[in-house]
């Protein structure tokens, strides 16, 4: 794989009231955070809408609080049509994202809960739970007003950011929202993000690695270094290339299924 490696942390996380689940035998769960609650219509992705990955005729509001069921998500990235957005121009955090092209990799980082039947037992990680493929064509749209905004067969229609701005113009702000080709994929088993992973593929954004003393635990480590979103490899250089196979081989060896298509690595 040639494509550069960017990574965002996306979902609900420990500033929320609730988790996205993860399972024992490495099925999961993802919830989106919340949307602005003043927000209206029926074009919204609600709590109560979304539906479980591994069985679409069951909802989520097991992991939701009652007071949350009819809350708009903001279900980005979502993984039917592949599209994330965010605000690159005015968020420093998504900055990193303009540099993203045709055939790139962004990866999503989420933050689990381990549950069973008797529900969540408080024990969290982090985990890859898919990516984009950037695809080669009708990749990039900047989130202004315009006819082509409304229309409702754009490829970005079901993009959380556009859903917002149809409730409130205010929101044709500037945002970018990237498609995913054929190659995109939401994992049917998340992948963990551990210590040993991290040592093997990550560095800083000024290329130093990541430093695990300070009395933090690896949580609070991974949660630091992965606060904006960036590339964080680049496979065009020997090393990345190391650290980009070393990264596959993980994928390859924690997610259930994969490679999924003769074509992936």
């Known amino acids: 794989m040639t ?54 005729t069951q909802d989520l509001l097991r992991y939701v609080p009652r007071r949350a069921w009819d809350w ?41 809960e381990d549950w069973d039947a008797s529900g969540g037992n408080g024990s969290f990680g982090f985990y890859l739970v898919g990516f984009l493929h950037i695809a080669e064509t009708n990749w990039l749209f900047r989130g202004v007003p315009s006819k082509r905004s409304e229309d409702d067969s754009s490829w970005f229609r079901r993009n959380a950011h556009v859903l917002r701005a149809k409730s409130d113009e205010s929101y044709w702000d500037g945002f970018w929202v990237f498609r995913g080709d054929e190659r995109s994929i939401r994992f049917r088993t998340a992948v963990p993000v551990t210590r040993e ?3 093997q593929v990550f560095t800083s954004a000024d290329g130093s ?57």
């Open 3 to 56: 494509g550069r490696i960017f990574l965002a942390n996306v979902g609900v996380n420990a500033s929320h009231r609730f988790t996205s689940p993860v399972f024992g035998d490495g099925a999961f769960e993802f919830l989106p955070i919340p949307e602005d609650r003043g927000l209206d219509g029926d074009h919204l992705v609600r709590y109560r809408g979304l539906r479980s990955h591994h069985d679409g």
């Open 72 to 112: 708009p998500t903001h279900n980005d990235p979502e993984f039917d049509t592949f599209t994330y957005g965010d605000n690159c121009d005015s968020a420093p955090r998504a900055a990193g994202l303009k540099a993203l092209r045709p055939g790139d990799f962004l990866f999503f980082l989420a933050r689990l």
């Open 197 to 199: 992973l991290c040592l």
């Open 209 to 265: 690695p990541w430093k695990w003393d300070g009395g933090r635990t690896d949580l609070q480590v991974i949660g630091s270094y992965t606060r904006s979103c960036r590339q964080v490899i680049d496979p065009g250089t020997r090393r990345g290339a190391e650290r980009a196979d070393a990264l596959w081989d993980w994928i390859e060896r924690y997610s259930d299924g994969w490679p999924v298509t003769p074509s992936m690595p």
